[in-house]
């Protein structure tokens, strides 16, 4: 196994436990049952529970709601191993620690005591409703309404690539709660799955990422007491654009703990497969992809580290973390791309992980704001700074 630059920090005690409980759990109760879960289109609810039972949900959480009350690296070693495992549940880290944290940061008291013990259990699954079919990135875009009817909410409108959608309990929805201001144009509201008027829509079938459940929500004249607002009214894009950091930054956690083990896979196999009377990692043609691939993969894993050093310290800045987003999702890409190459034919075959790698990654590129959102608020700095020095 390739020894990565990982950080001396998870060296500790601490993050080897987490490390170690993760890694048996999603190998004896997850991996297993995979596949047929990728047919489906979901996994199975009671994984939810079981995660919960060994405290590898909501690692962030205080421990008056039942979370560990860990910090940024416990999520990360959480996400690594779920990479590792070689299945594609983001859905699963997306609960933990981009939607979930919006309620502890941002809830009432009353709202923490209600829904985060269930976040924490797996007992609830909670989802994030911001992308509509004509706003993805461009999140001033989104039109579902939120209207006043007395000390009420009413909201109307629809969703879709809802990460989690099919089979959440809670639903964190962004609405429109003032069309004409601006910035100030959205709210966030905490919607219990089981209210009157919220419909799921279809269960959406991707290119990959099969076993996480996708779907489209649709809002017919949904009622929401005035308590359900999360945060204060018009404030939804600051909260957003808050959490957008350490979302991006997960991305790349995620995008390069799979790109280093399918380097892995891919090393033991080219040292397995033999071709022309040897085995075909003794070609120099693969000696040097392997070379460069390696090389990406330590450049990739010393800037992540740099940004969690700099999260840690508050001091990760949304134009670096949309850096490590960008670079590392697109790193993957490659990584993968060239690993499958050296499969041949074996690595366009579905029953081998390489393969389903391949296309679970393209949405890395997506998803957490396309990469191309990602250059355009890099270029913003460089501009601002080079106004600045004028």
């Known amino acids: 196994m390739e020894n990565f630059n990982s950080l001396p920090q998870l060296a500790d005690e601490e993050y080897v436990l987490t490390r170690e409980t993760a890694r048996r759990f999603f190998e004896d109760e997850v991996s297993p049952h995979y596949a047929e879960w990728e047919k489906r289109g979901y996994i199975d609810k009671d994984i939810w529970r079981k995660a919960g039972s060994q405290g590898l949900l909501c690692s962030m959480i205080s421990e008056e ?28 880290f997306t609960h933990s620690d981009i939607i979930v944290p919006y309620i502890a940061r941002l809830g009432t008291a009353e709202q923490k005591k209600r829904w985060l013990p269930g976040c924490v259990s797996g007992d609830v699954i909670s989802s994030i409703a911001i992308t509509e079919p004509g706003a993805g990135s461009d999140m001033k875009g989104v039109k579902l309404r939120a209207k006043r009817d007395g000390s009420d909410w009413v909201l109307s409108g629809q969703k879709t690539f809802i990460t989690n959608g099919w089979l959440a309990d809670l639903v964190i929805v962004v609405a429109n709660t003032s069309p004409d201001a601006g910035s100030k144009s959205k709210s966030l509201f905490l919607l219990d799955a089981k209210t009157k008027g919220f419909e799921r829509g279809r269960l959406l079938e991707k290119v990959g990422q099969k076993a996480q459940d996708t779907a489209e929500l649709f809002f017919d004249e949904v009622r929401l007491p005035a308590e359900a607002m999360l945060g204060e009214e018009g404030r939804g894009l600051q909260y957003l654009m808050q959490e957008l950091p350490v979302e991006r930054l997960l991305v790349g956690v995620w995008a390069q703990a799979i790109a280093e083990k399918v380097f892995e896979r891919t090393v033991d196999y080219v040292f397995e497969r033999k071709a022309f009377g040897q085995t075909i990692g003794n070609f120099q043609a693969t000696k040097f992809t392997l070379s460069e691939v390696r090389t990406e993969l330590e450049v990739g894993r010393s800037f992540l580290n740099d940004c969690v050093v700099r999260l840690l310290a508050g001091e990760l800045t949304g134009e670096t973390a949309a850096m490590a987003k960008y670079w590392l999702s697109d790193m993957q890409g490659r990584v993968i791309d060239r690993c499958l190459q050296l499969f041949g034919g074996y690595g366009y075959m579905w029953e081998y992980p390489v393969a389903r790698a391949y296309a679970d990654a393209r949405a890395q590129r997506i998803y957490g704001g396309a990469n191309e959102i990602m250059k355009e608020i890099i270029s913003r700095g460089i501009q601002q700074r080079n106004a600045g020095e004028l």
């Open 65 to 92: 709601y039942g979370g560990i009350d860990g910090n940024f690296l416990h999520a990360m070693v959480i996400v690594e191993e779920i990479a590792r495992s070689e299945c594609a549940l983001p859905g699963i």
